[in-house]
C-alpha cells in the first residue's frame, strides 16, 4: 500500500506515473507526431508530497500545492527538460528526444535542447503580497543526466526558504522592475543551476535517476538522507552577469568586511572576492545572501516603502528590511 514519506512508495509513483505513462505517450507521439509531454508538473506534485510526506490541497493548479501543517503550506514548481524537441545540425529537421537519429536525413549530429525552465507568476496586487507566505517552495526538476546521450533521467526536488534573501529579493525585483517595464506580464524565469536560483539558497532534498530498463535508483530521500546545501557560489562562473556589475562586486566585499577589492576585470574581483570569503572562513549560507544582497538591493529599495503591508511585515519579520 503505498503511503507519504516511503522510499519504495516514491519509485512506484515514478514507474506508474511517470515511466509507464511517457511510455504510452511516446507511443502515440510516434503515430500523432503530436507533442510526448503529459502535464508532467501534476507529477511533480506527487512526488513532492510522496518524498516529504506532506498531502497536497487537491487545488491543481490553484491554492496550495502542499499542506505541511494547520498554518503552513508549500509551493511546487516544476521544470522538464526531458522530451523537449531538438533540431538536426545537418539539414535542420526537428528531433523528437526518443529519435537517435534524424528521421529526415539519418544524421546523428542532433542539437539537443535542455532550456525549459521553472516560472513563477505574480498575477494581481493580492498575489503579490502573498509571495513569502509559503512555509517552502520545492522546484522539481527531470532532466538526462548526459544531453549527449539521453539514456538516465534524473529526477531532483530542491527546497527554497522563500524569506532567504536571494528568493524574496528576486520576486520584488521582477514584479517591480521587470514584469513592470514588460507588455507581455512574463512570469518570473528561474532557470536550474543558474545564478538566480543558486542566489536561493537551494536545498537538495531528494534525487533519482531513472535508468532504460525502468529501474528506479532513489539517491537521496527526505528523513533517510541529510539534505544537501548549495555549496559556496562560484562567481568567476557567472562573471557574465550584466546585472551583476562592478559597483555590485564591490559591495558584496563591503558587506562580508573583506577589504576593498581591485583587478582588471569583474572576474577577478569577483574571484578575490571568493578566496578572501573562504579565508575569512565566511560560510556558504552568509556568503549568498551577501551576494544576493549587493545584486537586488540597490535596484529595489525605492520600491521598499510601497510594496503591500504584508509582504513589507514579512520581509521585516525575516530581517530584510
Not at 152 to 166: D, H, L, Y
Not at 263 to 269: A, E, F, N, S, V
Request: with cysteine; hydrophobic share 40%; net charge negative.
Amino acid at each position: 500500500m503505498p503511503r507519504l514519506g516511503d522510499v519504495e512508495s516514491s519509485e512506484a509513483l515514478i514507474r506508474e506515473l511517470y515511466i509507464e505513462l511517457r511510455r504510452r505517450v511516446n507511443v502515440w507521439a510516434e503515430i500523432t507526431k503530436q507533442t510526448a509531454q503529459a502535464r508532467m508538473g501534476y507529477i511533480g506534485q506527487h512526488l513532492v508530497s510522496i518524498a516529504t510526506g506532506y498531502p497536497g490541497g487537491r487545488s491543481g493548479a490553484r491554492g496550495k500545492d502542499l499542506v505541511i501543517s494547520d498554518h503552513e503550506f508549500g509551493e511546487i514548481k516544476t521544470c522538464y527538460r526531458v522530451d523537449q524537441l531538438g533540431s538536426c545540425l545537418n539539414c535542420g529537421a526537428v528531433v523528437a528526444s526518443i529519435e537517435r537519429s534524424c528521421h529526415s536525413c539519418d544524421s546523428e549530429k542532433i542539437l539537443r535542447k535542455d532550456d525549459s525552465k521553472w516560472l513563477i507568476g505574480i498575477r494581481n496586487e493580492a498575489e503579490y503580497a502573498e509571495i513569502l507566505q509559503p512555509k517552502y517552495y520545492y522546484f522539481v526538476l527531470f532532466e538526462f543526466e548526459d544531453l549527449s546521450s539521453p539514456d538516465i533521467i534524473v529526477a531532483s526536488i530542491w527546497r527554497v526558504n522563500p524569506r532567504a534573501p536571494g528568493f524574496a529579493y528576486a520576486l520584488i525585483d521582477y514584479n517591480e522592475n521587470i514584469k513592470s517595464n514588460s507588455t507581455s506580464g512574463a512570469p518570473l524565469n528561474i532557470w536550474p543551476y543558474q545564478l538566480k536560483f543558486q542566489l536561493m539558497r537551494p536545498c537538495l532534498i531528494y534525487r533519482s535517476k531513472i535508468y532504460l530498463d525502468d529501474t528506479v535508483v532513489t539517491e537521496i530521500f527526505p528523513h533517510r538522507d541529510d539534505p544537501v546545501p548549495e555549496a559556496m557560489v562560484d562567481l568567476a562562473e557567472f562573471s557574465r552577469s550584466r546585472n551583476f556589475t562592478n559597483e555590485k562586486v564591490l559591495l558584496a566585499a563591503e558587506t562580508l568586511g573583506v577589504g576593498k577589492l581591485e583587478g582588471p576585470t569583474k572576474r577577478h574581483m569577483m574571484i578575490e572576492l571568493l578566496k578572501r570569503a573562504e579565508q575569512k572562513g565566511i560560510g556558504a549560507g552568509d556568503f549568498t545572501d551577501a551576494i544576493a544582497t549587493s545584486l537586488y538591493r540597490l535596484d529595489i529599495e525605492e520600491a521598499l516603502p510601497r510594496l503591500p503591508e504584508l509582504l513589507r511585515r514579512d520581509l521585516e519579520e525575516s530581517g530584510l528590511l
